[in-house]
């Protein structure tokens, strides 16, 4: 159920709402928009009858849904939705712009990456203190100690940090730590951790799963909504296909399928979606043509070293050539252009 407040509906008007849905058992999720706020209601096994709100003061209307997702969906709210990430948006007007290593290695490392990500102008730094990796016997990430450097590095640069949390501990070191709270493609449905950071205030960056489709990604998303955390932010980082001349095959037809089918922002890892040096630049380009609302960009001081990631890593110099192209693409999509590419 979806229920529609008039434009001058009080907050009392919204609160009562809230009571009805709560005394009858279900959660109601209010999200206020540019024009009117609408209320979502979960956790109810069957269709509510409408009875029960169409006459309270300020609501407009209350409308069945039937489709699987709820507080994702376009119906909820129309308009676009800018989340907040530290002391800065994505989804806004600006082109969002992350960057840093795979991995948290050492000091030197990371606030040689720092500088570029800041003398870009980036507002976001990524890197990793808990790394999934394939094999047990690879570098897993320096976790609570990378964790502080990466706080060291908003603490001097002013950038907000993106950080990745694999389980419950590192949820709550993240929360400590960062600003966003990754989950990777291997965690996208690993439900109870998404119902768990669900529960927390932190933005989340949700990754695109190794083969997950455009709904699936979307309930994924949907999980951690319905636990009262709207600051989701989706992220296509490249799917498995038969194709072997890139690590992933980067999807950017998923882009405008999500703006149409949801509020939420989308970015695009190139570096992930591809794997190789070479490619990463072009198919950041292809994203933010495309209509991403940022880029996800791993950068290593010294890509041979990388622990982790290396082949894909850009060098400072790559990185900052990178974003002045991108920024171009970004200036000629005017907000019409990108209103009639997006509907
Ligand atoms: C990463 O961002 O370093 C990462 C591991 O990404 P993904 O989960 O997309 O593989
Ligand atoms: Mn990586």
């Not at 990466?150 to 960062?178: C, F, P, S, W």
């Not at 493609?185 to 933005?203: E, H, V």
Request: glycine content about 10%; aromatic content about 6%; overall charge negative.
């Amino acid at each position: 159920m979806l229920i529609v407040m008039k434009a001058d509906a009080l907050p009392s008007d919204i609160e009562k709402v809230l009571e009805v849905i709560d005394s009858l058992g279900f959660r109601g999720h209010a999200l206020p928009g540019e024009t009117r706020t609408a209320i979502g209601v979960t956790g109810n096994p069957g269709s509510i009858d409408p009875a029960h709100f169409e006459n309270l003061p300020g609501v407009a209307d209350a409308i069945r849904v039937t489709k699987p997702y709820k507080l994702i969906s376009k119906d909820l709210r129309p308009e676009k939705s800018v989340v907040k990430v530290g002391n800065a948006t994505i989804g806004g007007p600006e082109l969002a712009i992350i960057a840093g290593p795979c991995a948290i290695e050492n000091e030197k490392q990371v606030f040689t990456a720092a500088q570029a990500v800041a003398d870009s102008g980036a507002r976001f730094f990524r890197g990793g203190a808990f790394k999934p990796r394939t094999s047990p016997y690879a570098f897993q990430g320096l976790g609570i100690d990378g964790l502080k450097m990466l706080a060291e590095v908003r603490d001097q640069y002013g950038l907000n940090i993106v950080t990745e949390a694999m389980d419950e501990h590192g949820v709550a070191a993240v929360e400590k730590y960062g600003d966003c709270i990754q989950i990777g493609a291997r965690n996208m449905q690993n439900f109870s951790l998404l119902r768990y950071i669900g529960q927390t205030r932190k933005p989340i960056l949700l990754k695109r799963g190794l083969s997950a489709t455009l709904d699936e990604l979307m309930l994924a998303a949907e999980y951690i909504m319905a636990e009262g955390n709207y600051d989701v932010i989706l992220c296509e980082r490249g799917i498995r296909t038969f194709a072997n001349h890139a690590r992933n095959t980067m999807d950017l037809s998923i882009v405008p399928a999500i703006h149409r089918a949801t509020h939420l922002p989308v970015i695009v890892d190139p570096s992930h979606g591809t794997g190789h040096n070479y490619m990463v630049t072009p198919l950041a380009r292809a994203g933010v043509a495309v209509g991403a609302d940022g880029i996800i960009i791993e950068v290593h001081p010294c890509p041979e070293e990388a622990l982790c990631d290396g082949a894909q890593a850009l060098t400072p110099g790559q990185y900052i050539e990178l974003v002045e192209q991108v920024r171009k693409i970004h200036e000629v999509l005017t907000v019409d252009v990108l209103s009639t590419m997006t509907t």
